[in-house]
Structures are given as structure tokens and as C-alpha cells.
């Protein structure tokens, strides 16, 4: 039987509680950036007005298929940057973890 922390919860409580917070994170990120990407730059055109001769011009659509991606992305992202930290916080003896909030 796993040796309860100090707090009341075993390891796996607590890598399950600070990977929560890493993903609810990442999703809430990501659907800021997708709602101003939306707002500022949807339906817009840019053009570069570059030096002497080049112009480039791009139409930009923020689509609900470019939203779904980036939500994945930040997902992923959050997935990948969230369970290295849960792990290690789960591992670290109590008195060293209290000791390093501070």
C-alpha cells in the first residue's frame, strides 16, 4: 500500500492533480489564442508592402479546422510540458517539496 502524503492524498492523487491543472491550462490557452486569432485577424487580408518590387498578399481564414488543430496542439502541448512535473512532484519526499515553495 502506497505511504500516504501529508496532505492526504497517495502519489498517484497528486501526478492525477497536477496533470489536470497542466491540460485545463493548456485548453484554456488555447481557446484565448483561437478566439484572437479569430477576432483579430479573421477574414483579413495582409500584404507584406516589401522592398522594391515584391508584394506578397495572404488572405487569412480562421476556420473551425484551423481552431480544432490548434486546440490539439495546445493539448499536446500541455500533455508533453504537464506529465514530466506531476511525475517529479509525486516523487519528491514532503518535507523537500514544502521546502521549495517557499
Same mark, same amino acid.
Given at each position: 500500500?502506497?505511504?500516504?502524503?501529508?496532505?492526504?492524498?497517495?502519489?498517484?492523487? !497528486?501526478?492525477?492533480? %497536477?496533470? /489536470? $491543472? @497542466?491540460?485545463?491550462?493548456?485548453?484554456?490557452? =488555447?481557446?484565448? +489564442?483561437?478566439?484572437?486569432?479569430?477576432?483579430?485577424?479573421?477574414?483579413?487580408?495582409?500584404?507584406?508592402?516589401?522592398?522594391?518590387?515584391?508584394?506578397?498578399?495572404?488572405?487569412?481564414? !480562421?476556420?473551425?479546422? %484551423?481552431? /480544432? $488543430? @490548434?486546440?490539439?496542439?495546445?493539448?499536446?502541448? =500541455?500533455?508533453? +510540458?504537464?506529465?514530466?512535473?506531476?511525475?517529479?512532484?509525486?516523487?519528491?519526499?514532503?518535507?523537500?517539496?514544502?521546502?521549495?515553495?517557499?
Amino acid at each position: 500500500m502506497p505511504i500516504e502524503r501529508a496532505i492526504g492524498f497517495g502519489a498517484p492523487g !497528486v501526478v492525477l492533480s %497536477v496533470f /489536470a $491543472e @497542466a491540460i485545463a491550462l493548456s485548453a484554456l490557452g =488555447g481557446c484565448i +489564442g483561437a478566439c484572437l486569432a479569430w477576432l483579430l485577424y479573421g477574414g483579413k487580408t495582409v500584404d507584406t508592402k516589401g522592398g522594391q518590387f515584391i508584394q506578397l498578399v495572404f488572405h487569412i481564414d !480562421v476556420t473551425s479546422t %484551423v481552431v /480544432a $488543430e @490548434a486546440l490539439g496542439a495546445a493539448l499536446i502541448i =500541455g500533455v508533453l +510540458g504537464g506529465l514530466p512535473p506531476a511525475v517529479r512532484a509525486a516523487r519528491l519526499p514532503i518535507a523537500t517539496a514544502l521546502r521549495a515553495v517557499v
